[in-house]
């Protein structure tokens, strides 16, 4: 079975400065996907970032970027210079092989962005 | 952009009552779910679907059933609700092949009294 630790619940980051959410995954597979989603408050489910397990360039959206610990079995996300629009509840997600196509989600963790 | 629609954002039902949960994507997507997201516990599947009429159980999907009679339609299916089923729904998909990004609706906040 696969499963998803984010360790950190709530974080809280002040605008503009950088936060990063952890995540951790077990899986005996070498081929998988992993992404991070943003839930904003009473708003849509929407796709931050996605890494590839067999790419080992760390993926970056914009202000997002990932740091991929294939050995470790870690996938961190950084939000750089934080907004207020940034404020969400994060889940990292994990898809053990292409074609599987269902996900495995962690908790989540609750990001505020303090003005 | 992919639209991922549900039927209510807010239910009301009671012990015992049949509910039903209604899921539209119009963007000709093979494969679609149900999660049930519960605080501290982030997401579960439910059911998943990868083409018209078939199914696949997920990781709880005891008290619920699913239907795809089309395949831009996914409806989940409470036959006896419960209180311990009071939860937020929320119905995915996904293109298969083509990409794995699953693409979200709106979540239905379901209260079973």
């Known amino acids: 079975a696969q499963t998803v630790t984010q360790s950190q619940p709530e974080m809280s980051v002040q605008e503009a400065e950088t936060v990063t959410l952890s995540c951790t995954y077990d899986t005996s597979e070498s081929n998988y996907y992993l992404f991070w989603y943003k839930q904003p408050p009473s708003r849509q489910m929407i796709l931050v970032i996605r890494q590839e397990a067999y790419k080992q360039q760390n993926a970056t959206e914009n202000r997002f970027s990932v740091n991929f610990q294939k050995a470790a079995k870690s996938f961190s996300l950084k939000i750089s210079d934080s907004q207020l629009g940034d404020t969400a509840m994060y889940f990292c997600a994990f898809m053990r092989r292409p074609g599987d196509y269902k996900l495995s989600f962690g908790a989540g963790t609750t990001v505020t962005v303090r003005a | 952009d992919v639209k991922v629609t549900q039927s209510s954002r807010y239910l009301v039902k009671r012990t015992g009552e049949k509910v039903f949960l209604e899921c539209v994507q119009d963007m000709d997507h093979e494969n679609m779910f149900w999660y049930r997201q519960d605080p501290g516990l982030g997401l579960r599947l439910i059911y998943f679907s990868y083409d018209v009429k078939m199914k696949e159980k997920g990781d709880i999907p005891e008290g619920y059933s699913v239907s795809r009679e089309k395949k831009e339609r996914f409806s989940l299916i409470l036959e006896s609700a419960s209180t311990n089923q009071t939860s937020m729904y929320l119905c995915?998909?996904?293109?298969?092949?083509?990409?794995?990004?699953?693409?979200f609706g709106p979540g239905t906040r379901l209260t079973v009294t």
């Open positions: 995915a998909s996904s293109p298969g092949q083509y990409g794995p990004e699953q693409y």
